[in-house]
């Protein structure tokens, strides 16, 4: 059982790759063309139909059959498993929808007003040589502002992705710490429990013993008194 539990996992694991892989597809398309709503579609079921089979293999890992063969720790490394698949699938939903890139695509379509050539308009008709540098340069400097501040954003989800990581690290040594040692505590329990038992036996056999002495030395007293 547990081995079945860990293929479903994996395959689950494939299906949100195959999501993230005909999202990235869907990206090379206009959202006016009929390919893009057509992968939009595929994708809403597809998000439907791996959610809810996140939800059965969490299910099964719940399942009292298959949490007695688990230690604790493995039971909950198991569910962390469960949770990054759920945080794969909320993001791949998000991108499904848009969300998350408002900040970026901003500064993308900021870049994309800019051109890096002097061309000649309707506000530069007159203009002199120089000041169409001039005005050329004010556009680079632009730019360098806007990629700045996109490397910014970047450096700053790279710091908070750090952080989340390491804490997750660290709560799972945590868990892992408890889990070893619940697993020992268990163990002590399981040999006190013998050795009480044993004792148990040893004195329910010497109590035995000592009333068929009395037993017999009864016996002898008795055989002993003249008739």
């Not at 008709?125 to 400097?141: E, P, V």
């Amino acid at each position: 059982m547990s081995e079945k539990w860990l293929k479903e996992y994996e395959n689950i694991e494939k299906s949100i790759q195959k999501l993230n892989q005909s999202l990235n597809e869907r990206g090379k398309y206009p959202k006016s063309s009929s390919n893009f709503v057509k992968l939009t579609t595929q994708l809403r079921t597809q998000i439907g139909k791996v959610e809810s089979s996140i939800n059965l293999l969490e299910k099964n890992l719940e399942d009292a059959n298959v949490s007695k063969n688990l230690t604790y720790s493995e039971k909950n490394r198991r569910a962390n498993m469960i949770n990054q698949l759920k945080t794969s699938l909320k993001q791949a939903d998000q991108n499904l929808k848009g969300e998350g890139s408002n900040q970026k695509d901003s500064l993308l379509i900021d870049f994309e007003a800019f051109d890096s050539r002097p061309t000649e308009t309707n506000e530069t008709i007159g203009y002199s040589s120089d000041q169409l540098t001039a005005q050329h340069d004010r556009i680079i400097l632009e730019q360098d502002r806007g990629l700045e501040t996109l490397s910014h954003v970047i450096q700053n989800q790279k710091r908070i992705a750090s952080t989340i990581g390491n804490e997750v690290d660290r709560q799972n040594e945590l868990i892992e710490s408890m889990g070893d040692k619940m697993d020992n505590l268990n163990e002590r329990l399981i040999k006190e429990t013998k050795s009480t038992r044993l004792i148990s036996r040893k004195s329910g056999t010497c109590g035995l013993w000592m009333l068929v002495v009395m037993l017999l030395i009864i016996i002898i007293i008795i055989a002993a008194i003249p008739i």
